[in-house]
């Protein structure tokens, strides 16, 4: 099974549905995206689609609701936790500008004061 999200007008995942391996497969047995594509929209109308993995293999990351396509990039990229966290332009993954604690204690992040603060 292979994982395909609808995004809207601006790229933000609105949907992520699943499509069957049969639906997907070529003739030599490889997966194809555009045949998932046709897939889709012959079931729900015309949709912008683009298929995400768990794993990651494709796109960086796996698409969530609310994540964003960025085709520059071909990475979903999730929304901006806090506003002073970068982006990993590699990995496309939000970084906290203060690493998080290597204790066995649980934190959470103080936007305010720039740090983790103790559960």
Known sequence: MAHFTKLDSNNIVTEVLVVPNDVLLKADGTESELKGKQYLNALFGSSTWVQTSY???IRKNYA??????DSTRDAFISPQPYDSWTLDEETCVWVCPVSYPNDGEQYTWNEENQSWDLI
């Open 64 to 69: 969530g609701l609310g994540y964003k396509y």
């Open 55 to 57: 794993n990651g293999t």
